[in-house]
């Protein structure tokens, strides 16, 4: 109903639905407060206009109203809050097996690299019922990756990866757009979002004949000699790489985290900053050293690592067609 | 204006008691004081607006016409920098609380004199660094001066402007100061804590903020300036800083800012709604402490400008839920004001106008900041026109309202004149309209995604009705603002004399004729009677000539 009404924008993405169906909500409660205020103002000042021998009637408050119209407002406002943390914390949360995209921000265009090595600039084709997780990353200032037909945005920082996700439902040619004030030609940091049809996709996928992102990796982790510390044994200088994603990793000192791209990518940036417990902090520097794109690559590689189905594509391929889209 | 003197027959009054230039700059009464800043922020508000209607000209047609990219950058800038630091947050508090303060509570003067007046010379170094910079050829660092961009990416003036915001903060700390030391220690015998205006009461929880919030916007724009200066890795990420340090640190004086700019609105239309209406204010204790709940809650939901920034989804969860603490406060301050009316004797002059138009913008403009607070909703609509849209209500809708309402309130008070009420109240009319004709069409073009700060939509043209919407509300509103400027100076002439007390309204400050004299009284007044006592003033309004 809502596709056609104007000054509506598209609705092209599981969570556009969600968070449609919020705002609407939102919409009828505050439109209902809204109205009831504006009625009793408008009521109250007609119906007690000064009048000739009529006296305005003191009233010193009452503490039993006071609480009402705060504990009534305060249960709805709890309502907007739980509603908005759940539509919130499942677009915070991208689905274990989505497609992944590494994104490069730069003032001022959008560079995109999918698992499988195409690379676009300024466009983004994405397949029709696919969970799409974008892993972005800024050369240069903030940007925002907004996309209003998907109802996402998630603004993209220099120096580490942030993480947006969405599942397309319907083909069309969609907004893209940079939502932080980024310099001189912001507003020319656009593009478009592409969602084909999977039978599309797949043959626009096959017209490339790119390299997949992780095998670019594996060449650079030898080309830079990686491999001679992290061995694929445990006589290494450096830990084992192989199965470690998604991982718990002990620290030297002492606290766990989980290896996730973020870890990844501050491990070869900045090495000494979160030192696996047992190695000594050897390892140098990257920063500076490489683009944001062979980052990109060598996480992709380290996360291919270990995974049996998708060794040759380090990550999960939008080509990899999940049961129900079929 | 600052120098034109009343008339006022052979009394004498804090305007004709000196004249000459040097009896301005150098004075220390506080209602000469409150002059001084009443020219300055006048001419901030009108080179706000001025780059305001270029920004609306610019915004008329999708493709980017009338300027140039990197120019409208910088109208966006230091339209914000001039409207929020050198207009919305001085306004009241430096204007209206500077003048009527030791008026309300009974005192010769603020506790600080000389330092009221350091205050002013702060404010306008740092508003003569702010016009340096936009004669050099402008800031374009956004008013928010997000990092790394301000700090390596750009090659404007960002340490000028910088630093215009810095001194002029200090300006702010230094009344904030002022109002709590007096409003502690000046309080006329019989004036208690519980007798207080509101307005008082107002001024009082927002200095707190200033007191307590500024400085730390001061020192984050000397680590921006450091930064930029002798590239120290405080925010660039490639010099090893954080980014969203910067955004924690800003936010987290910038969100209470906000409450600077907005209760002493609430305190102004308080006293408003209980004169028109013949009433005392209903739940006295629960107005002020509202007051205090939103100063002190205030401080705990800066994060919520950060929901997409790259927070944590617990931390986005907590602010979330503390945002909507602070949204009750504010519900029970509209609440009683509504209820206030009930059973009143009202009557529509001009204030009470602006009192109606900023109870009903500040409705919408609250409701709406729930939306961007309900986390779901602020991924989609932040960073586009309608945030752009929600603090416009506050702000223009709320705040400038409020500070319009309570400049026609007290005008026969200060100038010892009474403005024309029809072109008053008028003008009152044009001002709502505009006002929601600029700004209810950018809720929509918010949630069909238009982003904030761009120069050229042509790639979306399905933007541009709403745009049109937009930039004729701004021409209107333009016009409503420019009468009471207008009419205000000409009643300076030819207005008509103003009695005492012209609303017959309660508080202190219309037993003092009007214009006062300098030290205010002439004898210490005792206060016997408890705030709003309209059950003892039993005449009405004068009818409006």
């Known amino acids: 109903m809502l596709q056609n009404m104007p000054f509506w924008p598209a609705r092209a993405s599981t969570s556009a639905n969600n968070v449609d169906a919020l705002f609407i909500f939102l919409v009828v409660v505050s439109a209902l407060m809204t109205a009831l205020i504006f009625t009793m103002v408008i009521y109250f000042a007609v119906r007690y206009r000064k009048q000739a021998g009529r006296q305005a009637e003191q009233i010193e408050g009452s503490h039993a109203l006071e609480i009402t119209w705060s504990v009534i407002p305060f249960c709805v406002f709890m309502v907007f809050f739980a509603w908005g943390a759940y539509v919130y914390f499942r677009e915070r949360t991208p689905p274990p097996n989505s497609a992944e995209v590494y994104t490069v921000a730069k003032q001022w265009m959008w560079k995109f690299e999918h698992i499988e090595g195409q690379r676009e600039i300024n466009e983004l084709h994405v397949p029709v019922g696919r969970d799409v997780k974008m892993i972005m990353t800024s050369q240069d200032v903030i ?20 993480v947006a996700w969405f599942h397309p439902t319907k083909a069309g040619t969609y907004h893209l757009f940079c939502a932080e004030y980024c310099g001189t030609s912001h507003s020319g940091m656009i593009g478009s979002v592409v969602v084909m049809e999977p039978k599309d996709y797949e043959a626009w996928l096959t017209g490339g004949g790119n390299q997949p992102l992780a095998v670019t990796g594996e060449r650079l982790f030898s080309e830079l000699g990686c491999g001679t510390c992290h061995r694929t044994d445990t006589q290494g200088r450096g830990p084992n790489l192989v199965g470690v994603f998604g991982k718990p990793v002990l620290l030297e000192d002492g606290r766990t985290l989980t290896a996730d791209e973020n870890y990844i990518r501050e491990s070869i940036t900045d090495p000494s900053t979160k030192v696996v417990r047992g190695f000594k902090p050897v390892m140098p520097t990257f920063q500076g050293q490489i683009s944001d794109e062979q980052l990109n690559a060598l996480v992709a590689y380290v996360k291919s690592l270990g995974q049996a189905q998708s060794t040759q594509t380090g990550g999960k391929s939008m080509a990899a067609v999940t049961p129900e889209t079929k | 204006m600052a120098t034109a003197v009343v008339e006022t027959g052979e009394r004498e009054t804090y305007l004709n008691r000196e004249y000459g230039i040097k009896s301005w700059l150098l004075t220390v009464d506080h209602k ?36 140039q990219a990197d ?33 309300m509570i009974g005192a010769k003067d603020l506790a600080f004199p000389r330092i009221n007046l350091l205050s002013w010379y702060l404010y306008i170094i740092g508003g003569i660094l702010m016009l340096y910079t936009i004669l050099a050829g402008g800031v374009d660092t956004g008013w928010t001066f997000y990092t790394p961009l301000s700090t390596e990416f750009l090659n404007s003036h960002v340490i000028t402007a910088g630093l215009a915001v810095f001194v002029a903060g200090f300006s702010s700390i230094l009344t904030g100061l002022n109002f709590v030391v007096t409003t502690h220690r000046m309080r006329a015998p019989g004036m208690t804590w519980s007798r207080l205006p509101l307005f008082v009461w107002a001024h009082y929880a927002t200095s707190i903020i200033q007191l307590l919030g500024t400085p730390v916007l001061a020192i984050t724009l000397v680590l921006v300036v450091c930064e930029r200066l002798f590239h120290l890795g405080i925010f660039n990420p490639s010099l090893g800083g954080d980014p969203l340090l910067f955004q924690h640190l800003f936010w987290f004086y910038s969100h209470p800012a906000v409450y600077i700019m907005i209760l002493p609105g609430m305190g102004i239309i ?27 809650v205030g401080f705990l939901v800066w994060a919520h400008h950060m929901f997409v920034a790259g927070i944590s989804v617990y931390a986005a969860i907590i602010f979330s839920l503390l945002s909507y603490f602070v949204a009750v406060p504010s519900a029970i301050k509209v609440f009683n004001w509504t209820a206030t009316m009930y059973k009143g004797s009202i009557t529509y002059q001009t204030p009470m106008l602006y009192a109606f138009g900023f109870v009903g913008l500040f409705t919408i403009g609250g409701l709406t900041g729930l939306f961007l607070a309900s986390l779901g909703v602020d991924i989609h609509v932040t960073d586009t026109y309608f945030v752009v849209a929600h603090f416009h209500y506050i702000m223009v809708g709320g705040m400038v309202m409020a500070y319009l309402a309570g400049m026609h309130f007290w005008w026969p008070k200060i100038s010892g004149r009474m403005y024309p009420e029809g072109w008053g109240r008028l003008a009152a009319l044009i001002v709502f309209l505009g006002f929601n004709l600029t700004f209810f069409p950018q809720f929509i073009l918010g949630y069909m995604g238009m982003p904030r700060r761009y120069w050229d939509y042509s790639r979306a043209p399905e933007f541009q009705i709403l745009n049109v919407l937009s930039t004729a509300g701004a ?54 009677w408890e705030a709003y006592n309209y059950d003892e003033i039993k005449q009405e309004v004068p009818v409006a000539q």
């Open chain 1, 143 to 162: 940007h925002s990756f907004f996309v209003p037909a998907f109802r996402v945005k998630q603004d993209v920082l220099p120096g580490r990866y942030t």
């Open chain 2, 32 to 67: 000469r004081i409150a002059l001084l800043y009443l020219a300055s922020i006048t001419l901030f508000f009108f080179i706000g607006g001025f780059f305001a209607l270029l920004i609306r000209l610019e915004l008329l047609t999708p493709a980017g016409d009338l300027v």
């Open chain 2, 71 to 103: 120019t409208y950058n910088k109208l966006f800038t230091m339209h914000g920098q001039v409207m929020v630091f050198f207009f919305l947050i001085p306004a009241v508090p430096a204007v209206l609380g500077n003048f009527l303060i030791p008026l």
């Open chain 2, 270 to 296: 308080s006293e408003i709604v209980c004169c028109f209406s013949r009433k005392r204010i209903f739940g006295y204790q629960a107005m002020a402490m509202a007051l205090l709940g939103i100063a002190v």
């Open chain 2, 475 to 528: 021409t209107i509103l333009a016009v409503g603002y420019l009468l009471p400027m207008v009419y205000f100076l000409w009643s300076m002439r030819y207005g008509k004399p103003a009695p005492d007390n012209p609303w017959n309204a309660a508080g202190l400050e219309w037993t003092a004729p009007s214009p006062p004299t300098t030290f205010n009284f002439d004898q210490q007044p005792v206060v016997s």
